[in-house]
């Protein structure tokens, strides 16, 4: 069974830190990279970054370029995603979703990150909420 896990979400007042991690099973780690998205109360999902198992510059949304960080344990099967300097406007739903390598490779050389219809495997998210 297909199965990606998001964890670690919680309440943080702003200027915090929090560390996400998504753990995938049930396919070949590798041939997928991983995408983070959010949504906001009211708002479309957004993507905000990925990264391929072997991506040395992932990709960063401007609204978290600069704060956030994500990193992959391959030996883990997980991604991170470190946010820092958290604001009020972080406060989301974030998920994790699995995109197959060989797309992730054309988005990677285009220096974008490709809507969610790419993604095929997701998570069902995890809840942050950052506090004024």
């Known amino acids: 069974e297909v199965q990606l896990v998001e964890s670690g979400g919680g309440l943080v007042q702003a200027g915090g830190s929090l560390r996400l991690s998504c753990t995938a099973s049930?396919?070949?780690?590798?041939?997928?990279?991983i995408g983070w998205f959010r949504q906001a109360p009211g708002q479309e999902r957004e993507g905000i970054s990925c990264i391929g198992s072997k991506d040395s510059s992932p990709y960063y949304a401007d609204s978290v370029k600069g704060r956030f960080t994500v990193s992959c344990d391959n030996a883990k099967n997980t991604v991170y995603l470190q946010m820092d300097n958290l604001e009020p406007e972080d406060t989301a739903i974030y998920y994790c979703?699995?995109?197959?390598?060989?797309?992730?490779?054309?988005?990677?050389?285009?220096?974008?990150?490709?809507?969610?219809?790419?993604?095929?495997?997701w998570g069902r998210g995890t809840r942050v909420i950052v506090s004024s």
């Open positions: 979703a699995a995109e197959l390598s060989t797309i992730h490779e054309t988005a990677q050389a285009l220096r974008v990150m490709f809507p969610e219809r790419e993604y095929y495997y």
């Open positions: 049930g396919f070949i780690f590798d041939d997928y990279a």
